[in-house]
């Protein structure tokens, strides 16, 4: 486990180009700008914040945890299970 996080830190750090900047940090701005979604992945959230209520700032913290599920995994893109998960 430790070295998954330290990957996903790692993962962050080039990303963002900084090594104070992680996924929870980021403005929605910026969510729009490193967190692409396809979609399929948008349509699953926009789905789950209608039936949930979700608020803005809701949705924003969902595909922030999505991203940092998807660092843990290693993948590059923000997946439906992703987005499930979170």
């Not at 962050?12 to 403005?27: A, E, V």
């Not at 926009?46 to 999505?66: E, I």
């Amino acid at each position: 486990a430790e070295a998954a996080i330290a990957f996903a830190r790692k993962v962050q750090s080039d990303r963002y180009k900084s090594g104070t900047k992680h996924n929870s940090s980021l403005t929605s701005s910026e969510i729009k700008k490193h967190i692409p979604l396809t979609s399929d992945v948008r349509s699953i959230l926009t789905a789950a914040a209608d039936n949930l209520g979700l608020s803005p700032r809701s949705y924003f913290k969902v595909v922030k945890v999505a991203r940092t599920i998807a660092d843990l995994d290693k993948e590059k893109d923000v997946l439906p299970r992703h987005i499930s998960e979170a």
